[in-house]
C-alpha cells in the first residue's frame, strides 16, 4: 500500500506540473498541458486505480495551494477523475465463459472509446455555463473570447483593405462561435485516447500491464453507440442550449467512429506491402488536414452496418489474432 501512495503522489506531481505548464504560454507548452493525464493513466494501469485516484487528489491539492482555488476543480474535473476512472475502466475484467485466453474478459476496448467520448462531452459540458446558461448568452460569451484572440484586425480601422480585413475576421469568428463546441468536445476525446493508449504502451514496456494487449484493429463499439449518435443528431435541430450539447455529443461520438474507421484501415490492409505507406499517408494527412478523420468516421459507420471485417476476413484476408 505504501508504493501505491508513493506512486500516486509522484504521478500526481508530474501530472499537475504538466497541467500548469500552459501558463508560460510557448506553443510547446500546450502539448505538455495535454499530456497532464499520462501520469494519472500510468498510475491506474502500472499499479491500481487508487494510486491513480491518489495522484488525482495530490495534483489537484497542489495546483489549488500554488494557484489557487479555480484549479481545484478545473484539474479534478478535467483531467484527474476523467483518467483515473477510464484506468479504472481498463482494468476491469470477469472470468471468462468458455476459459479460453488468460481466462478473463477484459474491459472492451470499444466501451472504452465510447467513454471517452462521453467525458469529452462532459467536459465540454461543464464548462459551458462559465460563458453562459442560455443560447444567447453563451454565445455572446464565447464570440467575446474569439474577438480578443483577433483583436488586432478586429479593431483595424474600417477603411479599404483594412475593412476588408475586420469583415472576414467577422465572418471567421461568426463560424467559429458553432464550431468551437463541438471541436473542443472532439479534441478532448482524441486526448482522452491518446493518452490511454500512450500510457498502456509505457506500462507495457515496463512488463507492469496486467491485462494481455488487446487487438486495436478488431475493436467494436457498443451495439447501441449508432442510437446515441442518431438521437444526438436529431436533437441538434432544437433550439436553445440543448441543441448545443446534442452538437458536442454528436461530435464526440463522430470522433469515436473515426477512431473505429482507422482499425478498420489497420484490419483491411493487413498483408499489404504498401501497408506502413498507406497507413502512413493516413496519419499525415489527419494531422495536417484533419478533415480525412470525417472520410474515416464513415468508413466505421459503415463497417458498424455491413461488418467490412468479418467480410474481408472471410475472404482470406488478415491473420486471426494479430496485435496491430
Do not use: C
Request: glycine residues 10%.
Amino acid at each position: 500500500m505504501m508504493q501505491i501512495a508513493l506512486i500516486g503522489i509522484g504521478a500526481g506531481a508530474a501530472s499537475a506540473l504538466l497541467f500548469a505548464s500552459i501558463a508560460s504560454g510557448s506553443l510547446i507548452s500546450v502539448l505538455l498541458f495535454y499530456l497532464a493525464p499520462l501520469p494519472v493513466l500510468i498510475a491506474a494501469l502500472g499499479w491500481s486505480h487508487v494510486s491513480a485516484l491518489i495522484a488525482a487528489a495530490t495534483a489537484a491539492i497542489g495546483l489549488t495551494i500554488a494557484l489557487g482555488g479555480f484549479f481545484f476543480l478545473a484539474y479534478l474535473l478535467g483531467v484527474g477523475l476523467p483518467a483515473w476512472w477510464l484506468g479504472y475502466l481498463a482494468l476491469l475484467a470477469r472470468p471468462a465463459a468458455n476459459g479460453s485466453g488468460d481466462g478473463f474478459d477484459w474491459y472492451p476496448i470499444g466501451r472504452l472509446a465510447v467513454w471517452a467520448a462521453v467525458i469529452g462531452t462532459l467536459i465540454v459540458v461543464a464548462a459551458m455555463p462559465t460563458l453562459g446558461t442560455d443560447q444567447e448568452s453563451f454565445e455572446a460569451g464565447l464570440r467575446r473570447g474569439l474577438e480578443r484572440l483577433f483583436v488586432s484586425r478586429a479593431e483595424t480601422a474600417p477603411t479599404g483593405r483594412s475593412a476588408q480585413n475586420a469583415q472576414a475576421t467577422q465572418r471567421l469568428i461568426d463560424v467559429l462561435v458553432k464550431i468551437v463546441p463541438p471541436a473542443a468536445a472532439v479534441l478532448s476525446a482524441a486526448i482522452n485516447i491518446i493518452n490511454l493508449w500512450l500510457a498502456a504502451r509505457v506500462v507495457t514496456m515496463s512488463g507492469r500491464l496486467r491485462r494481455p494487449w488487446p487487438d486495436l484493429a478488431a475493436m467494436r463499439l457498443p451495439p447501441t453507440t449508432p442510437l446515441f449518435l442518431a438521437a444526438a443528431a436529431l436533437l441538434y435541430f432544437l433550439p436553445g442550449m440543448l441543441g448545443i450539447v446534442a452538437a458536442v455529443l454528436a461530435a464526440a461520438l463522430l470522433m469515436i467512429y473515426a477512431v473505429l474507421g482507422l482499425a478498420v484501415l489497420h484490419f483491411i490492409t493487413r498483408g499489404l506491402t504498401s501497408r506502413g505507406l498507406l497507413l502512413g499517408a493516413t496519419y499525415a494527412a489527419i494531422f495536417i488536414f484533419a478533415w480525412p478523420m470525417l472520410l474515416l468516421a464513415l468508413l466505421g459507420l459503415v463497417d458498424t452496418a455491413l461488418d467490412l471485417r468479418t467480410r474481408f476476413a472471410g475472404r482470406g484476408g488478415p491473420p486471426a489474432h494479430p496485435t496491430v
